[in-house]
């Protein structure tokens, strides 16, 4: 570790901190929704966004997938760069 430079391992510590509760706040407000919302697995919605006006509309189970898949993806990049980094 160069002098005055903080310790990377400190930092990659302290920078997985958010996005770990950021995940966990998805999973539960995912959670919530397909507990309290009867067929909500099977329910479809379309999203509206100005970018993106040709969306299809989406089932939440497609989202759900979508988004273990998406979590999944960062969660190989932060294993890989806690090994790279020795944490």
Known sequence: MSP???????????YLEAPIALFRANHACFGELLERVENAF????TLKHPALPDLP???????????????FAHLEQ???TRERHGV
């Open 57 to 71: 509309p989406l089932g939440v189970g497609q989202v759900v997938f979508l988004q273990t898949e998406h979590a």
């Open 42 to 45: 099977e329910r479809v919605f």
């Open 4 to 14: 005055g430079l903080p310790d990377p391992k400190a930092i990659l510590t302290r």
């Open 78 to 80: 932060i294993r890989q």
